[in-house]
């Protein structure tokens, strides 16, 4: 046979044979892609509806803009607290119960410290930020309402920081899929809210670093709050209770402290970071605790510094910055950049937190300095 008839009838039957059982192409697994949201340029304002409310029974809502980076900064704003007649009244409210100041100071272009995108020191500066306003006099923390007053001059509290921080998370999860790194603050009384609810972030995205930073929140209150006031919020329901020691149903929340929470949700998340910063005589929390029935600032700074000492011999992934002085938060403020203690600037702290090495905690050395 022609040797060129012979090769060609030999390249066919190859053809046939490799058409009839085709070699699969190996398995190519699809990229994960980062998920985030569309939104409009700057801030955008949610109004969930729903069980979310203001203390008042004004609408709740929050805010989200997009950054250039898999980051998330989850901040929950601060205002004060509200827990019996006095407290809770109009004519002498300690705490904000509306988010019309945020709606204001958004529109403003108020935001300064964490949120100065146009800050070459500013680590956040390219992070998608979401803003938890406070209006519920709860820490961020209860989910019940609450009649004050005196008969026939009663009125009622919506204490719902719960629903409003859920509806808020729900979004959160619903939008951003695997983002790399996300941080938890809050100032004043959303330093609470930062800590208790870093536990659901933590829980949600395990693959994820998840700093939590609560700035000026250290929790010294009197004994008498705790048994009197607390539980006109019905928090106890927010704790996460896939925590043993922090599970409502098998723990009598109302006999643990603060430092309790941070070592529950530090030793159930060995991976994370947790964090707290405090001014070594903060005026507004020494204020708080005065107004609870004790007197002594004193006493308030001795009790900061033994709950901060107590989370750090029970965790190791917990630490703290001590600042001079008594200014209250730090995060929203143009010295975010300059504060210091002992030789160490906060924002370089921070930096080596964000780069997943724990800093070491720092202590000022001249606390009575401003």
């Not at 935001?111 to 709860?138: E, K, L, Q, S």
């Not at 919506?158 to 938890?184: K, T």
């Not at 643990?256 to 941070?262: H, R």
């Amino acid at each position: 046979m022609n040797r060129r008839l012979t090769t060609s009838l030999l390249s066919l039957t190859a053809l046939t044979f490799l058409s009839a059982c085709p070699v699969e192409p190996p398995v190519q697994e699809d990229p994960v892609i980062p998920m985030q949201p569309e939104l409009d340029p700057g801030w955008n304002e949610f109004s969930p509806g729903g069980e979310t409310s203001c203390a008042r029974d004004t609408p709740f809502s929050y805010w989200a803009t997009l950054g250039t980076e898999n980051k998330i900064v989850v901040d929950f704003f601060g205002g004060g607290a509200c827990w019996n007649d006095s407290t809770c009244s109009i004519a002498d409210a300690i705490f904000q119960d509306s988010v019309d100041p945020i709606r204001d100071a958004i529109e403003g272009e108020f935001f300064v410290g964490i949120y100065d995108r146009d800050n070459p020191a500013n680590p956040f500066a390219n992070w998608h930020h979401v803003v938890i306003p406070y209006c519920t006099g709860d820490i961020h923390w209860g989910n019940t309402r609450t009649r004050y007053g005196p008969v026939g001059q009663s009125f009622e509290i919506a204490h719902v920081g719960a629903p409003n921080s859920l509806a808020v998370l729900d979004w959160i999860f619903s939008n951003f899929r695997d983002p790399e790194q996300i941080f938890v603050t809050g100032c004043s009384a959303g330093s609470y809210g930062a800590a208790l609810w870093s536990s659901y972030l933590m829980n949600h995205y395990p693959e994820s670093e998840v700093f939590q930073f609560g700035d000026s929140g250290a929790g010294i209150i009197t004994e008498s709050f705790f048994e009197e006031s607390f539980p006109s919020w019905n928090a106890e329901e927010s704790f996460p209770a896939w925590i043993p020691d922090l599970d409502p149903d098998a723990n009598e929340l109302l006999e643990k402290e603060l430092s309790d929470l941070y070592v529950g949700i530090a030793d159930h998340n060995p991976k994370q970071i947790l964090s707290q910063y405090n001014t070594y005589a903060d005026e507004t929390q020494v204020f708080y605790y005065e107004a609870m029935g004790a007197s002594s600032e004193d006493d308030w700074t001795a009790q900061m510094l033994d709950s901060i000492a107590e989370i750090e011999s029970k965790s190791e992934n917990f630490c703290s910055f001590t600042a001079p002085g008594d200014q209250h938060c730090i995060v929203t403020r143009d010295d975010f950049y300059t504060v210091e203690s002992d030789g160490t600037l906060l924002v370089d702290w921070l930096n080596e937190m964000l780069t997943g090495t724990q800093p070491e905690s720092v202590m000022c050395s001249d606390c009575g300095g401003e």
